[in-house]
């Protein structure tokens, strides 16, 4: 076959010859596609791209660039210009991009308030992270029953760590960004392959790491004791002073829907713990992230959407370039 194969190339135009070598590699990439589901890596595109249409020598075709035939053209590479080169442009633009749309990584969000899909995704963008990364899922159902019990319950805790476990199945990485549900996540360790995190530890350990007297301020009651125990684990052996505040009220204004008010109250509350001494602010719920570019006598608090998003990033090893 191969001595037929090259006794045939021979006899054929040099123009001609230079086309037909093209579509080897095309088709294979289509087949592998269309019959095997199979798409090349964007890295790998990228060089199939760059070393048959971006050399110097090349003239433009299309959306791409081609290395222009030897020898005089041709009704042949006529031909093949105005067949093969739009066909390949357009075959490689669809798989390059649905292979970026399959190769993004996805970071999966388990939320209790609606509003903190778009403090999220602001955080995301703050970061640098490209759009698509994060997906969400709200189950205000959970906080609403941890509220009622005075916290958080074996029953509520199960519940969330499912809500968790099933998120992990088509994601990279899960977060939680309620803190009242946060020990949920204890019962997750150990059984999946992919992290799950809590943004409020996150938040403690970057705040910690900086250096006391920090103070966390909170908006809801329930999550006091999970946040001063997640402070506690993060001072360690480092021994860094901390406190642990209510922002009094604050939660009343966020349910009622007075949103302005609600983060106004935690930029006041903020600005008094600066005022009272503290070196770093945190702001402990990922509702109160908001507040944090309101305060103007002292330096901006940290907030758990950017630890945690930060944290979960480094995990994954995506860090934006």
């Known amino acids: 076959m191969y001595v037929v194969l090259y006794g045939a190339i021979q006899k054929l135009p040099t123009s001609l010859t230079g086309s037909l070598s093209f579509i080897y590699p095309i088709v294979a990439i289509v087949v592998d596609f269309l019959a095997f589901g199979v798409l090349m890596h964007p890295l790998q595109l990228a060089e199939r791209q760059s070393y048959f249409w971006l050399r110097p020598d090349r003239h ?10 030897s020898g005089k053209s041709d ?3 006529s031909l093949l210009d105005q067949i093969l080169s739009p066909a390949m442009s357009k075959v490689l633009n669809v798989l390059l991009a649905q292979s970026q749309v399959e190769n993004i990584v996805k ?6 308030a609606e509003s903190n899909i778009l403090v999220f995704e602001t955080a995301a963008r703050e970061i640098g992270l490209p759009a698509g990364v994060l997906e969400h899922q709200v189950r205000p159902d959970l906080l609403a029953r941890a509220e009622l019990a005075g916290g958080l319950t074996a029953d509520i805790a199960s519940e969330t760590a499912l809500a968790l476990l099933r998120l992990s199945e088509n994601a990279d990485a899960v977060v939680l960004t309620c803190s009242t549900l946060g020990a949920s996540i204890d019962e997750l360790v150990g059984t999946t392959s992919v992290p799950i995190l809590r943004v409020d530890a996150a938040l403690a350990r970057q705040a910690v790491s900086i250096g006391g007297p920090v103070i966390a301020l909170c908006a809801v009651e329930t999550t006091l004791e999970p946040t001063t125990q997640l402070f506690a684990e993060a001072a360690g052996l480092s021994r860094t002073p901390f406190e642990v505040r209510l922002v009094q009220g604050a939660w009343t204004k966020f349910k009622s829907g007075d949103h302005a008010g609600y983060l106004s109250a935690i930029s006041e509350a903020a600005e008094t713990a600066y005022g009272d001494g503290a070196s770093v602010v945190a702001l402990a719920q990922a509702s109160m992230a908001g507040a944090a570019p309101l305060v103007r006598n002292g330096l901006r608090p940290l907030t758990s959407p950017v630890a945690g998003l930060t944290a979960v990033v480094s995990l994954v090893e995506m860090l934006p370039v």
């Open 60 to 69: 433009s075709v299309g959306r791409f660039n081609r290395i222009p035939y």
């Open 75 to 77: 009704n042949h590479a």
């Open 107 to 112: 970071i999966a969000c388990l939320h209790t």
